[in-house]
């Protein structure tokens, strides 16, 4: 445990000192500004798209930071051969997948703590500004959703540590994870499109099959995405929130036992 | 007992669709406990294949390779073992009190020992004033300091450098043979490979020349006195092998 947390540690002070970090929050802080401003430009429900906006944010700066400073965590250690330092001691080439990406994920959490208290600013501002009565709203779910946010980042970590364990090079990998993170968010929409068959289209049985396959295989992101119950205060079940998380712990030990099986076969020359 | 010990090793790399290059063939070598042993080639003979192997870096196509009688794919035995890789690059953002803490850590030192050895390892290397600053802001030559710092935080047996010299200023060359010399003072057994053929031969017991992945000769120092520099010996062993094969 001492190896994979040695690993974790240091990937995680390499990512937080980052320069680009710095410029994802300054992005953040201009969204959550702009939020501020757009939501004058509505008439009614702008508590909805203050919340809406605000937890879009923090997953869109979370997700900026795993693409470009998580998957760059792994890209350099490979590219840049930093890894001759850390497998040169007495860490396994599993503690050193694993140590990375919980490194990755520490960061992810650093990123949604911050800008997760501070997206509540401008929902705040809205609420005290533009008050209505009938609007819904409960802080439990905005919280919910936040937790739920990092969930989603913590699965897309699992799946660039399973691409980083086999590509060549972080380009690749970067791409990979950005393609399965865009199929992940779709898939259940397009499969729920087919099967319920709503615009009586004929959908030909090797498509229906592929979309199958993508929907069991990529992660099912829009699962985690609970910004519209936190929007309009709609409460969620219980069962939904447990499944969904065990989904997650799920996808990721199986990524993760994917990741470790050919990472420990490859070489560093 | 053989501190480091290669038993007939052989390594293929695949260069392209059915293309293959043989970077080791049939390497057996010994070397003992205490002992200095320079690792002499030309570039692209093996010599860093042959070290990756004892690090589990690479794996060998044939044959095995050992450290203090253990295979060398048992992670418990890089705890004896320092490494120094050519042209080290370390993690631009943190410092070098950052980094060696890290390499403390993964080799189960306590925090107590871990901030003794890195004052002292740091004004050894000369990099203690320099502690606070970034890696990035380095020169190559201070990150070749620091890379040495690193394999000696945790006080290994074997100490097994890949081109220590290169990058360094000859006052950073006179640090780093003093420091080898240090080391085999305190009965450490080192295993380094270089290209300056003055340094090894200053400070070696033993040389192994390969060439083109196979060794051609050892010398002993203290056994035998060469009739022709060692530039000259080395030239003609390459010549002996049919000159460089690419």
Not at chain 1, 29 to 44: E, I, N, Q
Not at chain 2, 34 to 45: I, Q
Request: proline share 3%; net charge positive; with cysteine.
């Amino acid at each position: 445990m001492n190896a994979v947390w040695s690993v974790a540690l240091i990937t995680f002070k390499e990512g937080i000192k980052n320069r680009v970090i710095f410029g994802i929050f300054i992005i953040a802080l201009l969204l959550f500004a702009a939020t501020t401003t757009v939501t004058t430009l509505f008439m009614r429900d702008i508590v909805k798209v203050a919340v809406d906006l605000s937890l879009s944010t923090v997953s869109f700066a979370g997700l900026l930071t795993l693409l470009f400073i998580g998957v760059n965590l792994f890209g350099k250690d490979l590219d840049k051969r930093t890894i001759y330092m850390v497998i040169s001691r007495p860490i396994s080439r599993s503690e050193y997948l694993i140590g990375k990406f919980i490194g990755i994920v520490l960061l992810a959490l650093s990123v949604v703590v911050f800008l997760g208290l501070l997206s509540i600013v401008p929902v705040i501002m809205s609420k005290r500004f533009y008050y209505y009565t009938e609007a819904k709203f409960d802080w439990w779910i905005y919280f919910i959703a936040v937790i739920y946010i990092f969930i989603k980042l913590a699965v897309v970590s699992s799946i660039i540590t399973l691409f980083a364990s086999f590509t060549s090079n972080s380009f690749i990998a970067l791409v990979l994870s950005l393609v399965a993170y865009i199929i992940g968010q779709s898939t259940e929409s397009v499969r729920e499109l087919l099967v319920s068959q709503v615009e009586k289209i004929e959908v030909s049985p090797i498509l229906s099959y592929m979309v199958e396959i993508a929907y069991y295989v990529f992660p099912n992101i829009s699962a985690f995405d609970l910004k519209t119950q936190a929007a309009h205060g709609l409460s969620i079940n219980p069962s939904y929130i447990i499944w969904t998380a065990l989904y997650a712990v799920f996808y990721m030990t199986i990524a993760l036992a994917i990741g470790t099986l050919a990472f420990r076969r490859r070489e560093f020359p | 007992m053989a501190v480091i010990s290669f038993d007939k090793l052989t390594k293929t790399y695949k260069t392209g669709f059915r293309k293959k290059k043989t970077a080791l063939k049939d390497f057996s070598l010994d070397i003992r406990e205490g002992e200095v042993f320079g690792f002499l080639g030309p570039n692209g003979a093996g010599k860093s294949t042959a070290i990756k192997i004892l690090l589990n870096l690479i794996f060998p196509t044939a044959g095995k390779a050992e450290i203090l009688g253990s295979d060398v794919g048992e992670k418990e035995i890089r705890r004896s073992v320092g490494y120094l890789p050519e042209n080290p690059y370390f993690y631009d953002y943190l410092n070098p009190v950052e980094l060696l803490s890290f390499a403390g850590r993964a080799s189960n030192m306590d925090s107590l020992k871990i901030r003794e050895k890195t004052e002292s390892l740091l004004n050894t290397v000369g990099l203690w004033n320099e502690r606070k600053r970034a890696i990035r802001s380095y020169s190559k030559g201070m990150v070749q300091r620091v890379g040495l710092a690193l394999a000696l935080i945790h006080d290994p047996k074997v100490v097994i450098l890949d081109e220590p010299m290169t990058g360094l200023d000859p006052i950073g060359r006179k640090q780093v043979i003093d420091l080898i010399l240090k080391l085999k003072s305190e009965g450490k057994t080192i295993f380094f490979s270089s290209h300056i053929l003055e340094d090894i031969e200053r400070i070696c017991d033993r040389i192994g020349m390969l060439v083109n992945g196979q060794l051609r000769r050892v010398i002993d120092f203290k056994k035998e006195k060469l009739i022709k520099s060692l530039e000259d010996t080395f030239i003609e062993e390459v010549e002996k092998a049919g000159g460089l094969q690419q």
